[in-house]
């Protein structure tokens, strides 16, 4: 019976397959049988699927609950990998586009960042940063607020360019009067509800 091995194979720093493949062999064991290689006869199919760079993923787990297909499960230690990565959906880099690290990768997407171009990062929008922070219950590093579901701005309110958070008319995120009036604002919904009597 084989034991399983996980080792990482820099594709980049060899100049050919058959360097691939002679560095491969170097990790079967000897004699053949199980674990050898072989050249694939039948036809194959390019694959969609999701590379996660661990120097920079932090294993908040955003992409175990965001993916929809089930891709991403925890492992014994807590840290956050694609079980199922032949779950994905080609084309599909939803989990990329919120990841908060940009610690996921398609190597096939034609989106520079997305596929892991040296260089790039894939940063998310503002709608995925402010999912992350009402997900997380984490202050945002902005404003310093925690974010909650339901808190919505009409267009012409400022919000924090960060969480998406209101503001509040003419406050600054940074403003030493923006947490007493939050304060102030919470005081009024809470007698306004009942709870302050």
């Excluded at 006869?41 to 992409?63: I, K, M, N, Q």
């Excluded at 929809?68 to 599909?92: A, H, M, S, T």
């Excluded at 219950?137 to 969480?163: H, I, K, M, Q, Y």
Aim: proline share 9%; aromatic share 6%.
């Amino acid at each position: 019976m084989g034991r399983e091995a996980t080792f990482c194979l820099d594709l980049g720093a060899l100049a050919s397959v058959d360097d691939a493949l002679e560095t491969l062999a170097g990790f079967l064991p000897q004699g053949g049988g199980e674990g050898e290689l072989r050249e694939l006869t039948e036809p194959t199919a390019e694959r969609w699927y999701p590379v996660l760079d661990c120097s920079r993923c932090t294993f908040c787990g955003h992409c175990l609950q965001f993916c929809l297909f089930g891709v991403y499960e925890r492992d014994e230690q807590g840290r956050v990998i694609p079980v199922k990565p032949d779950n994905c959906k080609p084309g599909c880099p939803a989990c990329s586009r919120v990841c908060p690290q940009g610690a996921i990768i398609f190597p096939l997407s034609d989106e520079p960042a997305i596929a892991g171009a040296p260089g790039t990062l894939m940063q998310p929008d503002a709608a995925a940063r402010r999912m992350y922070y009402v997900r997380t219950g984490l202050n945002c590093p902005v404003c310093g607020e925690v974010s909650e579901a339901g808190d919505l701005s009409s267009r012409d309110a400022p919000v924090c360019e960060e969480c998406g958070r209101p503001l509040g008319p003419g406050i600054a995120a940074d403003s030493p009067v923006h947490a007493e009036i939050d304060a102030l604002i919470d005081s009024l919904d809470r007698m306004a509800g009942g709870e302050g009597e």
